[in-house]
């Protein structure tokens, strides 16, 4: 979303992971989707996202992915080495 | 406590007396003694400040900036061809809205190879956001140190500061300085208090990517920035006044301009010269005083304007030519002027182009000849000034 000048710091300031200037969720045209059958929480996804948009809350709890960021690279679906990511068309 | 130094020994001096927390620096002549002094007051314990040794200009502008986004207040020095070889950086210390202050001793750009005075290394930094300060003499390096990490921190601003000092003509030459004692400068500027920094404990990201829809506004904001600090340098000179005793002339310096019917802009060093034929003309009845543009960024547009009412002949003196144009400093006056109801005739005047020496009576010949293109028309916009010309001829 647009903002003004009164409403931004003076140079972009984000914090981490997410970033107010930047929600890349707008970009993706395939949407990674985690199969919990196949997962086997090795969280390599985590690892390599570019964007910190898959969430780990504990080692017990499956990853989740943040749609407001993940750009649908597919990097998260390549290295799972268990095949439990699909990338499936966004419609 | 008044001492005969150098200008590169005033810059150190300023430097210190600022109690910046990071240097970082890489040597190139004329500027190679700044560093040398600051590494004998680190070396002394005069001085307790990082200071970052670095493979080349670059990377010195890059630790400047990685220091000051952590909080420390950073200085550095260097000229010409290390200047623009800071370029890149330059652009994202003052995007960064980092108040770093940085000595730049003006010499030519080479080939043909010259160390000597010449402006276009700092007049090329012109649009990277950093204001730029250029300085008569000794004291005023000094002095404009201290004031500059005023201006470019005050919260309402937060950009980066050029200092320029003539190469040689104040780099290598001495003149008495006042050295202004520790505790009167700590109390005229406090601490670096940045609104924001980098901390481990609520970690950020600084300068990261944003789509055209957000990008203006952050331009903007730098905009308004630069157009306030013209209102803060000001301020800071006439609180240095105070505390000090002695102003430098704010935006423009001006000297015998009251009832002029002439004016002879000039820009560093050749001002003492403009100084010294300005008392005599004046003592020979003609009505002339000097313009001395000390800020170039932000541009005094209102301080210009409001000089030349009155005015019927403008010398503009440019170290400096822009390739396929005119001298810059002649540019800025006219791009400032033209709106104005009455303009004064205006010629621009190069001179002392990579160190070539101005003296008395090249201002004096531009004198006469701006007052008579003032009453016949211009010949050119633009005249270079002691040029060697084929056949021997001025
Ligand atoms: S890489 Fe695959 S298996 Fe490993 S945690 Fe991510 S989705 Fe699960
Ligand atoms: S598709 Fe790319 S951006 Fe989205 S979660 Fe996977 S690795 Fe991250």
């Known amino acids: 979303m647009p903002y003004d000048h009164e409403s931004i710091p003076p140079t972009p300031i984000t914090s981490v992971p997410s970033d107010q200037f930047l929600k890349t969720g707008s970009w993706r045209t395939f949407r990674p989707v985690i199969d919990r059958d196949k997962c086997i929480k090795c969280f390599i996804c985590w690892k390599f996202c570019p964007d910190v948009s898959v969430r780990v809350k504990d080692e017990d709890s499956y990853p989740e992915i943040d749609y407001e960021f993940c750009k649908g690279c597919g990097i998260c679906a390549r290295e799972c080495p268990k095949d439990a990511i699909d990338m499936v068309l966004e419609v | ?394």
């Open chain 2, 1 to 394: 406590m008044r001492k005969v130094i150098t200008g590169n020994h005033a810059t150190a001096y300023g430097a210190k007396l600022s109690r910046p927390g990071v240097i970082s620096a890489y040597p190139i002549t004329p500027q190679t003694t700044i560093v040398e002094h600051i590494a004998d007051f680190i070396a002394d314990g005069e001085l307790s400040c990082e200071f970052v040794k670095v493979e080349s200009e670059h990377s010195a502008m890059a630790a400047c900036i990685s220091a000051q986004n952590t909080g420390a207040r950073t200085f550095t020095a260097t000229s010409a061809h290390g200047l623009a070889l800071m370029h890149e950086m330059l652009m994202w210390a003052a995007a960064g809205r980092l108040p770093i202050v940085m000595v730049n001793v003006n010499r030519a750009m080479g080939p043909p190879w010259s160390i000597w005075a010449d402006h276009l290394d700092s007049v090329a930094q012109r649009d990277t956001g950093w204001m730029q300060v250029y300085c008569e003499d000794n004291q005023e390096i000094l002095d404009t140190t201290i004031m500059s990490f005023k201006v470019g921190e005050s919260r309402d601003v937060l950009m980066p500061t050029m200092i320029a000092e003539d190469a040689f003509y104040l780099s290598h030459t001495v003149e008495p300085v006042d050295i202004p004692d520790q505790e009167d400068v700590d109390a005229f500027l406090p601490p670096y208090d940045p609104p924001f920094k980098l901390d481990v404990d609520d970690p950020k990201g600084f300068g990261s990517l944003v789509m055209p829809n957000n990008y203006m506004e952050f331009r903007y904001l730098m905009k308004l920035a630069l157009d306030r600090a013209r209102e803060r340098i000001v301020e800071v000179d006439r609180e240095f006044e105070e505390a000090f005793g002695r102003s430098h002339g704010g935006l423009v310096d001006l000297y015998r301009c009251e009832d002029a019917e002439y004016l002879i802009v000039a820009v560093g060093t050749t001002s003492s010269t403009v100084r010294e034929v300005v008392d005599q003309l004046r003592s020979e009845g003609e009505k002339v005083g000097l313009a001395r543009i000390r800020v170039f960024r932000p541009f005094p547009v209102d301080e210009v304007r409001a000089m030349v009412r009155g005015v019927k002949g403008v010398a503009v003196l440019d170290r400096v030519y822009s390739f396929g144009a005119f001298g810059p400093f002649y540019t800025e006056l006219i791009a400032a002027l033209y709106g104005q109801d009455e303009r004064p005739v205006i010629k621009d005047y190069l001179v002392g182009i990579g160190g070539r020496d101005v003296r008395s009576k090249h201002i004096r010949d531009i004198y006469s000849n701006l007052k008579a293109v003032t009453r016949d028309g211009l010949d050119s916009e633009t005249e270079w000034i002691d040029l060697n010309r084929p056949g021997g001829g001025a």
